[in-house]
């Protein structure tokens, strides 16, 4: 393999990664800060890239990034709505809402599974002909994809350590102790949900017009991909502040994505991704678990040999 090749599938890799670490970081918020499950991601992001598309095809390619964001705001909204309001389980609630996207995001498609957006101005045409005649116009997607992950760590950053920020962090860490505290879990969960969906409705718009076209299973796996880079960011770096472990994210979606590029680029069947996604999460929690039980097994190994070397020399000693 030519160092031109891997050069050009390490800014694939970094392209997708980012994007796509913008779901990661709604995992982020809602998972490890918020503490809710949040299964409606599939759905989720294929109603950001549809509503993203729809705008954009109509000629507003600006408007369709925040219309996309305001779409997962809807989505996040009904299914914390679904778990503080009508009493249903949290993972149920998601299950519930993905199922019932599918059907609104071929709505929103005007009936059909698929959009052409070959001839719409996006965001990344636009950006490459503003750099037109530079060396930068063939960064031109990277430029976008880190432009839009800077400016969502940054605001995480500084959101999370908000009074609001902070009420959704304890929520997560104790409800219990919230509402002792006269602040109202349910309106944080609410709050928390929005926000992450937001996050995720912005991926699918910015990866569907990029890849210049909307599928109606764009999002399909998307919530395992992102679970498989949090915990592999999480591996990364698991304390610190705020902003580092954001950074630890964004670099295990990278991992992750340079992991599928090169699985692709050995002409691995595109079926067997899904078994790659599998492999990979199960990997990235059962690594962790075994680095912590590690000494207790060395431990064992070792009182095991010490006996055993006991019990061959009584056995010697006897004969």
């Given at each position: 393999m030519?160092l031109?090749?891997?050069l050009s599938l390490?800014?694939t890799?970094?392209?997708?990664g980012?994007?796509?670490?913008?779901?990661?970081?709604?995992l982020f918020?809602s998972?490890?800060?918020?503490?809710?499950?949040d299964?409606?991601t599939?759905g989720c992001?294929?109603?950001g890239a549809?509503?993203?598309?729809?705008?954009?095809?109509?000629?507003?390619?600006i408007l369709?990034?925040?219309?996309?964001m305001?779409?997962g705001?809807?989505?996040g909204?009904i299914t914390?709505?679904m778990?503080?309001?009508m009493?249903?389980?949290?993972?149920l609630s998601?299950?519930?809402?993905?199922?019932?996207l599918y059907?609104?995001n071929?709505?929103?498609m005007?009936g059909?599974?698929l959009?052409?957006m070959?001839?719409t101005?996006?965001v990344?045409t636009?950006?490459?002909d503003a750099l037109a005649?530079?060396?930068?116009?063939s960064?031109?997607?990277l430029?976008?994809?880190?432009?839009?992950?800077a400016?969502?760590?940054v605001?995480?950053?500084f959101?999370?350590?908000t009074?609001l920020?902070?009420?959704i962090?304890a929520?997560?860490n104790?409800?219990d102790?919230?509402?002792?505290?006269?602040?109202n879990?349910?309106f944080?969960?609410?709050?928390g949900?929005c926000v992450?969906?937001?996050?995720?409705?912005?991926a699918?718009a910015l990866?569907?017009?990029?890849q210049?076209?909307?599928?109606?299973n764009?999002g399909?796996g998307?919530?395992?991909?992102?679970l498989a880079?949090l915990l592999?960011g999480g591996?990364?770096?698991?304390h610190?502040?705020?902003l580092?472990r954001?950074?630890g994210?964004?670099l295990?979606?990278?991992?992750f994505?340079?992991?599928?590029?090169?699985?692709l680029?050995?002409?691995m069947p595109?079926f067997?991704?899904?078994l790659?996604?599998?492999?990979?999460v199960?990997?990235?929690?059962f690594?962790?678990?075994m680095?912590k039980q590690?000494p207790?097994?060395q431990?064992?190994?070792?009182h095991r040999r010490?006996?055993?070397?006991t019990?061959?020399?009584?056995q010697?000693g006897?004969k």
């Open positions: 030519s031109s090749v891997m390490g800014q890799a970094l392209e997708l980012l994007m796509c670490s913008l779901t990661v970081l709604a918020l998972y490890s800060m918020l503490n809710v499950c299964l409606s599939d992001f294929t109603l549809a509503v993203g598309a729809v705008v954009a095809i109509s000629g507003h390619p369709s990034i925040f219309a996309a305001l779409a705001v809807c989505s909204f914390a709505l778990q503080t309001k009493g249903i389980d949290s993972l998601g299950i519930i809402v993905n199922t019932g059907s609104v071929i709505a929103i005007g059909s599974s959009l052409n070959n001839k101005t996006t990344f636009m950006v490459k005649g530079t060396p930068l116009a960064y031109s997607a430029i976008v994809s880190l432009t839009a992950v400016l969502v760590v605001f995480l950053n959101f999370l350590k009074r920020g902070y009420a962090r929520t997560g104790n409800p102790m919230v509402k002792s505290s006269s602040i879990p349910a944080t969960t609410i709050v949900l992450a969906n937001s996050f995720t409705g912005l699918g990866l569907s017009q990029s210049k076209s909307v599928d109606i764009l399909q998307m919530v395992t991909m992102a880079s592999i591996t990364l770096i698991s610190g502040s705020v580092k954001a950074i994210v964004v295990g979606s990278f991992i994505r340079l992991v599928y590029t090169i699985a680029r050995f002409n595109a067997m991704l899904k790659v996604s599998s492999v990979i199960v990997l990235a929690i690594l962790p678990y680095k590690w207790n097994i431990r064992r190994l070792t010490a006996s055993s070397g019990t061959t020399q009584d010697k006897g």
